[in-house]
């Protein structure tokens, strides 16, 4: 069983557009993440989410808002996409916000035409 | 801010060589730190952690890291490295009691020669 699974894989899709990213966990994990990976392997946090409230919300711009269903989820969601958009984007979860590892999901690369 | 370096970007070693890898963090508090790797378009795994006690933490695959807080550092050693160990491996580290999600170092690019 995956712990944490990502929707899409791949998605690619042309400047200007919408798109959403979903994320699950069935690890029982309050917590989750949103990282963006750039071309250059660098990882950066985005947001993340602990029992159902935004607790960080680093300098993305407010085009990309995630949206938390319940714990189990935390979708992201990117309005009027741009180039610099493109890297892959990896969902995150933990058991609480100390002292505990991060599990991730297998990414979700994003390429914008 | 906290922050975390990673001196090599590139690490080329021959099978059967010894590694480290090293990882500096500037944090003023209370840290958690990690190695991830990450395999060729694979997600993330966690190697080891270090949130407290023995500051000679081991993890799997044989790696090992030594937390020294006088140098802040915090580095990663396998004694004999394997063609498989080839992958991009990140130093991060998390702040205690803060809100803030992992910061991670720019990554060291591991090639392992047969």
């Known amino acids: 069983d995956t712990a944490v699974s990502q929707t899409p894989k791949y998605l690619v899709t042309q400047m200007g557009n919408d798109k959403s990213i979903k994320c699950e966990q069935n690890l029982g994990h309050d917590t989750m993440y949103w990282y963006k990976q750039d071309s250059k392997k660098f990882l950066k946090i985005m947001f993340s989410y602990n029992n159902k409230e935004l607790i960080i919300n680093e300098t993305v711009p407010n085009r990309f808002s995630p949206k938390s269903p319940d714990k189990a989820h935390l979708n992201l969601h990117i309005n009027s996409l741009e180039l610099g958009d493109s890297a892959v984007y990896f969902c995150?979860?933990?058991?609480?916000?100390?002292?505990?590892?991060?599990?991730f999901g297998d990414g979700t690369r994003l390429s914008i035409l | 801010a906290q922050s975390v370096s990673q001196h090599n970007h590139h690490v080329i070693l021959s099978e059967a060589a010894s590694l480290e890898l090293g990882c500096n963090y500037s944090?003023?508090?209370?840290?958690?730190l990690f190695w991830y790797v990450q395999y060729p378009g694979q997600h993330l795994q966690l190697l080891l952690k270090y949130f407290s006690g023995d500051p000679l933490v081991k993890g799997i695959k044989g790696f090992e890291a030594e937390f020294i807080k006088s140098k802040f550092s915090f580095n990663l050693r396998k004694p004999s490295v394997q063609w498989s160990d080839t992958a991009e491996y990140f130093c991060a580290v998390k702040g205690g009691g803060g809100a803030d999600g992992l910061t991670f170092g720019k990554g060291t690019h591991l090639i392992i020669q047969p």
């Open positions: 944090y003023g508090g209370t840290v958690n």
């Open positions: 995150a979860s933990s058991r609480g916000r100390e002292n505990q590892p991060q599990h």
